[in-house]
């Protein structure tokens, strides 16, 4: 999968992370037929985020609907009624193909190390991760030594929010994820088995 001409480099995901609870409440909404605007005035309404900045709840509305936009309604069903473990594995697929650096480090380390049955996530991968994109992308090689940081923090807080991570004796051992047979191949039939495979492994 090439996302060269898709989508640019960004590190705004560390203040846009999983988001799953909000991302069910969002995809509940358009489920209910509700429209960009009607979502957003009800956001701020009723404040569902729980927020206290309105440009904070208008922010993570944005990126939640930017991130579910693409969906059809049986992908949005399953995020909000669907067994746990499906429905955070669709709010990371939802990330994976919203974030091209993000999609990268599942495609170049997490599926990798699984693959090669390496499945403790270090630090060192991540520094050779961003250490080989920073000499690939003047973009990602502007960006301060914080931001880097950050965003180690951030995956690692995504992948174990959605049940990809787990510690074990003070390491961090990825695992894949199990998503309902329905759904997956569901999204590998619309021609997503790219996005999939990474979450659950190889599909024969």
Known sequence: MNMDNLLKYRS??????????????????????LNEIEIKEQVVKENIFQ??????????????IARLKPLDDLVLKKIVYGDMDTSKLLVIYTIIKSDRLFFEFMREVFSVKLSTLDAMLTDLDFTLFFENKKQQNDTVGSWKTYTFYKLEQVYTRILGEAGLL?????????VYGIMDIDVRDHLIGIGDRVYIELLVGEVK
């Open 51 to 64: 927020v206290n900045s309105e440009a904070r709840k208008r922010e993570i509305s944005s990126v939640i």
């Open 12 to 33: 705004t995901i560390k203040s846009r992370p999983f988001l799953y609870k909000e991302t069910k409440k969002m995809a509940a909404l358009l489920l209910q037929g």
């Open 166 to 174: 787990r510690k074990k004796d003070k390491q961090r051992e990825i």
